[in-house]
């Protein structure tokens, strides 16, 4: 079955940054793409980003445009997002999700990100 | 890009309809039928359940159904049942191609 296992809880400082990665299984994965999506503590979803596994083009919500990396690694049917310069409020669990078409079908099961100083 | 609109809340006891609204522009929601409606009980990553403005995947119940008029996107749930008391988001494309969610509309059922 298709699925999405993503990297462990991570805590970090102000400033440094932090690597999920998202780990595709089931489909042929670079057939579609990748969006994350964030969610604070209480709060609602937020997209970040998309890639194409394909060809590696990206779109992000203008937030996140020069502190977002996302890359993909197609031989281990991997995606990784970078988010630098973190700060408290960058404190959240962070989702992958397979995008089809505009829609997110499956999604990772989150990695929680505590930025604490 | 700002936020869908959506209500903060809306409630229905067992067996009742519910709708929850979601109101965009001509940016996003009005310019395409992109838009999906998301499910999300507390603790769990959120789970599609509309599609496509009115669209359902394989084994989500025929009790979920959407619609789109304007520049507005509706999701009515229909013969409630208490696991169906979650948070909702509403998500659409945009003209720029990126994407946007709605703030979410937390379901009870009394």
């Known amino acids: 079955q298709v699925q999405l296992v993503q990297s462990g809880a991570e805590v970090k400082k102000p400033g440094a940054s932090v690597k999920v990665s998202c780990k595709a299984s089931?489909?042929?994965?670079?057939?579609?793409?990748i969006s994350w999506v964030r969610q604070a503590p209480g709060q609602g979803l937020e997209w970040m980003g998309w890639i194409s596994a394909y060809k590696g083009d990206t779109k992000f919500a203008q937030k996140f445009q020069g502190r977002v990396t996302l890359t993909t690694e197609t031989s281990t049917s991997t995606a990784y997002m970078e988010l630098r310069s973190l700060r408290s409020d960058d404190t959240a669990v962070y989702y992958c999700a397979r995008d089809v078409r505009y829609v997110m079908d499956v999604w990772g099961q989150g990695t929680t990100v505590t930025v604490f100083s | 890009q700002s936020a869908l609109a959506q209500p903060a809340s809306v409630s229905g006891s067992p067996g009742q309809s519910i709708t929850i609204s979601c109101t965009g522009t001509i940016s996003d929601i009005g310019g395409h039928d992109y838009v999906s409606w998301y499910q999300q009980h507390p603790g769990i990553a959120p789970k599609l359940i509309v599609y496509e403005v009115n669209n359902r995947p394989s084994g989500v119940p025929d009790r979920f159904s959407g619609s789109k008029s304007g520049y507005t996107a509706s999701l009515t749930i229909s013969g409630l049942q208490v696991e169906d008391e979650a948070d909702y988001y509403c998500?659409?494309?945009?003209?720029?191609?990126?994407?946007?969610f709605g703030g979410g509309t937390k379901l009870t059922v009394l």
């Open positions: 089931g489909y042929t994965f670079i057939t579609n793409g």
């Open positions: 998500y659409s494309l945009t003209s720029a191609t990126t994407r946007v």
